[in-house]
């Protein structure tokens, strides 16, 4: 430690590889939370979303999608709306994330942005993103674009999710759906297949150390310096 001389010792901590590969994982199957961002009857960004849904159960996911209708705009209310509360309860009942969202102006849709801008980086000592997986889709009505999926992906660490390396653009969105809203099969469809599939399997690898991964030297020092405040807050008090 001596040419290190910047760092609290009390909080420098040794990798420790047993951390990173735990002798028992669980066994439930992964839970995966879907959002999509469009209120649109015939919605696109729905309907890669549920086709998404359906490529996690086959992959052995538990699913559920998240229906924005009735969401308000942030600020407008409180987290008591049960909007808001059903999709942070979904959040922090979630091990991983899909975010699927047309391509709106050159951008993610205002109710793509919307719930993500619900969801807290902190409630109270819980982070409920902190850690879990995430896999970024977008819709396209003309040629295909990346613009949203780089938008998501920025959101995506913003909120210190894992964001895996794979993800899907769909252009001419029209055209690869039916009137079933089933996706038609195609390269569009195969890309969804892999993003799903990658998904699946770095929620897995990850959501058993997902503390550990994200556990900050940083952090521990501010955490340390509070803790040394309230002790010595005590003692003074103690003291009178």
């Known amino acids: 430690m001596a040419d290190t001389p910047n760092i609290s010792e009390e909080c420098f901590r040794p990798i420790d590889p047993a951390a990173l590969f735990p002798a028992t994982r669980s066994t439930h199957k992964p839970r995966i939370l879907i959002l999509y961002g469009s209120l649109r009857e015939r919605s696109f960004s729905r309907f890669a979303a549920e086709e998404a849904g359906r490529l996690l159960e086959t992959f052995g996911a538990e699913v559920?999608?998240?229906?924005?209708?009735g969401l308000p705009q942030t600020d407008t209310?409180?987290?008591?709306?049960?909007?808001?509360?059903?999709?942070?309860?979904?959040?922090?009942?979630?091990?991983?994330?899909?975010?699927?969202?047309?391509?709106?102006?050159?951008?993610?849709?205002?109710?793509?942005?919307s719930q993500i801008d619900w969801i807290p980086l902190s409630l109270g000592s819980v982070r409920p993103t902190q850690g879990k997986t995430l896999a970024v889709m977008?819709?396209?009505?003309?040629?295909?674009s990346f613009n949203t999926v780089n938008q998501l992906?920025?959101?995506?660490?913003?909120?210190?999710?894992?964001?895996?390396p794979n993800q899907?653009?769909?252009?001419k969105a029209w055209d690869e759906f039916d009137e079933a809203g089933r996706m038609k099969p195609s390269p569009y469809y195969n890309r969804i297949v892999?993003?799903?599939?990658?998904?699946?399997k770095?929620?897995?690898?990850?959501?058993?150390i997902k503390d550990h991964l994200v556990d900050r030297y940083s952090e521990r020092v501010e955490s340390h310096a509070e803790l040394s405040k309230r002790m010595s807050?005590?003692?003074?008090?103690a003291s009178e």
């Open 64 to 69: 559920r999608i998240y229906d924005p209708h």
């Open 77 to 113: 209310t409180g987290p008591d709306h049960p909007k808001v509360a059903e999709l942070r309860d979904l959040v922090s009942w979630c091990e991983g994330m899909v975010w699927s969202s047309p391509e709106r102006h050159g951008s993610m849709t205002s109710i793509m942005k």
């Open 138 to 144: 977008q819709v396209c009505g003309g040629s295909q």
């Open 153 to 164: 992906r920025i959101l995506g660490r913003w909120m210190r999710l894992l964001t895996i």
């Open 168 to 171: 899907s653009s769909v252009a």
């Open 194 to 200: 892999d993003v799903m599939e990658e998904l699946v």
């Open 202 to 208: 770095f929620t897995l690898l990850t959501r058993d």
């Open 233 to 237: 807050q005590a003692k003074a008090a």
